[in-house]
C-alpha cells in the first residue's frame, strides 16, 4: 500500500511585479509551446463559475448522446457541489444502508452516513423497522456509534439522554425546570424504510411522499424475477475508502465494459465483449455479457454476467450462484467509500468454501484495479488541461443517463 504524504505549504515573498504577471497571466488563454517560433492553438477556456447555479450550467444535459460532453471536471472537485449532492441527491432519494439478516430479531440495528447524514436503522420489540436520525436532540452526538449491533434503547454517550428503538425521547437526566419541554413530543427525526429481497433502503422524510420502492426498483424487481436472488445467502463483506470522487467510481461502473480489456485483463478472458450491451431504464440501467471459457471460469460462469445500477450509487454484480452488492458512500469531494457484500447460493462444505475464497480473492482483485484507476483520474482532474470529456455512443449510454440524472438532481438545489 502506498504511503500518502500530504504537501506541506511554505509563504512566499509576492512582489508587485509578481502580482502583476499573475494578474496578466490569468487573462490570458495558456499557450503551449512547440519549439522556437512556433505555438499550439491556445487550448479553449471555460468562464469561471461563481455561483452554483454557473457551475451547474456548466453541463447541457438536453444534448443527445452522440453530441454530449461529460459533466465538467468541476462537478468532482468543488465543495458546493458536493453540498448540493447531499442535499438534492442522498437526502431525497431511495438509498440502501443495509441488509435484512443485519436486523433479524427485535433491538437489532445498524448506522450508516447518507450525504453527510448518520441514520439508524432499528428492529423494534413488535418487529417493525424503523429509520430515524443518528443525532441526538440535546448537543447533537451519535445516540448509535457502532456499525451495526444489539441494543434495547439508545443512550447518548455525551450527556445520557436515552431513545426507545422507535427513536422517541425516553430519558433526559437532570433535566427538571427546564421552560416550554414537554419530553413526550420529542423524538429523533425519522426516515422513510422498506425492504426488497435482502435489501434495506431509507429514504429521508420531505414535504412530498417518497416515491414507493418497488416502483424506484421495478426494473430490476421484473427482470431478476427468473435469477432466483433469494437463493443465496450473504457471506462477507469488504471496506474501501478510495480518494476520489463517488462519481467517479460511478462513472467507471457504467462505461458499458469500455476499460475491461485494458484495465482489467483476467475478467476480460471471461466477458464475451462483442456482445456486451447496456440498457438504460428512467432510474437505472443494466449491463449484459454473455460469458466464455478462461481463467476465471472456475468463479466467474453461466450464461451471462448481469451489472445493475440504481441511481445514484446502487450495483449488483450478479454470476451464476454469486452476487455481490456495492455501495458508494461520498465521504467528501474527493474521497468516498465503497462496500462490498457477497453472496453465493452454496456455502456449506469445503468445495464451497473454497470457492467464496476464490471467488472474494477475484472481486477483490479487480477492485483494486478499479481503486488505482479512479484513484488516478481524480488526479488527473486537478490539470489545467482537461475540462470535460465525451462519450461513447456504442458504450457509454449508461454513464450519459447518470450525468443527465445529476444535472435534474442538482438543478432542485437551486
Partial sequence: MPIRVESVSTSLLVTPAIRRTIRQQKREPLQLSLGKGRKMQSLPTVPAAQTLAQKLALFNPDLPLDKASTIPKLWYLDPEIYAAECKS???????CVGRVDQLAAPGRYITAEIGGEPVVVARDNDGRLNAFSNVCRHRAARVALEAEGSASC??????????????????????????????????????SVDTWGPFVFVHARSAAAPQPLLEFLSPLVKQSDGLDLSALKFVARKEYILECNWKLFVDNYLD??????????????????????????????????????????????????????LYPSFMLNIYQDTMDLNLVYPLGPSRCKVIFDFFFRHTEGEESRRFIEQSIAVADQIQDEDVRICEEVQKGLASSSFETGRFSVRREAAGYQFHRLLAASLKTAL
Avoid: M
Fill in 256 to 309: 458499458g465494459g469500455y476499460h475491461v480489456n485494458t484495465i482489467h485483463p483476467s475478467l476480460a478472458g471471461v466477458i464475451d465483449y462483442k456482445r456486451y450491451r447496456t440498457e438504460v431504464f428512467a432510474q437505472s440501467a443494466v449491463q449484459i455479457s454473455p460469458l466464455k471459457p478462461g481463467d476465471l471460469s472456475s468463479v466467474r460462469s453461466g450464461g451471462s454476467a448481469y451489472y445493475w445500477w
Fill in 89 to 95: 441527491i442522498f437526502a431525497n432519494g431511495w438509498q
Fill in 154 to 191: 439508545f443512550r447518548c454517550h455525551y450527556h445520557g439522554w436515552t431513545y426507545g428503538l422507535s427513536g422517541k425521547l425516553k430519558g433526559v437526566p437532570e433535566f427538571a425546570g427546564v421552560c416550554d419541554f414537554k419530553k413526550q413530543e420529542i423524538a429523533l427525526p425519522s426516515w
